[in-house]
């Protein structure tokens, strides 16, 4: 029983175990299962634990320890293999205006809190953790987002030096307005 504290360049983070069982986790603005996944795929540095009373009366982890750390496992594959074709995710994105435009309509709702964090100045990774999205989930949307032109990395735009030149695309300097208001008719389709 007690608490394994986590120092990481990744972030900090607390794991509280009772009687062998983790009871809960937190990391930044995530708690419980959310935080442990995140935690799991940190690679570098350090730990402290205190043996003790863990100091919360709550309990956020119903779930074993070796069903946790087998859907940690699953999560971390399917993470590494959406992120290897994707730019660093350690790098901003910008939205792509002219293609937003075209592809409102195809765009999934739960794309909004992501669109509306992305400006061209953030990491990647900040906006996921940002959004209050599940991680994976989160991953999957960006993933789906760059592969449709939607997104792109904030160099991308920059790399057109010609101002007359047709590809060059003006940018908002602020997010885009949230989607709900720019939904098209009801017409609903797949990024796939």
Do not use: C
């Amino acid at each position: 029983t007690g608490i394994l504290e986590l120092e990481t360049p990744s972030g900090r983070g607390l794991v509280s175990f009772r009687e062998g069982r983790i009871v809960d986790g937190r990391t930044g603005r995530r708690r419980g299962e959310s935080a442990l996944y995140r935690m799991i795929g940190w690679s570098t540095g350090r730990f402290t634990v205190r043996f003790g009373p863990p100091g919360n009366d709550q309990d956020t982890i119903e779930l074993g320890t070796q069903g946790l750390l087998m859907e940690a496992m699953r999560r971390m594959d399917e993470w590494q293999h959406l992120a290897e074709h994707l730019p660093p995710l350690e790098q901003p994105f910008e939205v792509n205006a002219s293609v937003l435009g075209e592809r409102l309509g195809e765009l999934p709702d739960d794309a909004d809190p992501l669109l509306k964090l992305i400006n061209g100045v953030y990491p990647m990774l900040d906006v996921i953790d940002d959004a209050g999205i599940d991680d994976l989930k989160a991953l999957e949307i960006v993933s789906k987002l760059f592969h449709a032109g939607v997104i792109r990395t904030a160099t991308s735009a920059a790399r057109i030096t010609d101002p007359s030149s047709p590809e060059l695309l003006e940018l908002p300097s602020t997010p885009p307005p949230p989607l709900d208001s720019l939904r098209l008719a009801g017409e609903r389709f797949s990024l796939g």
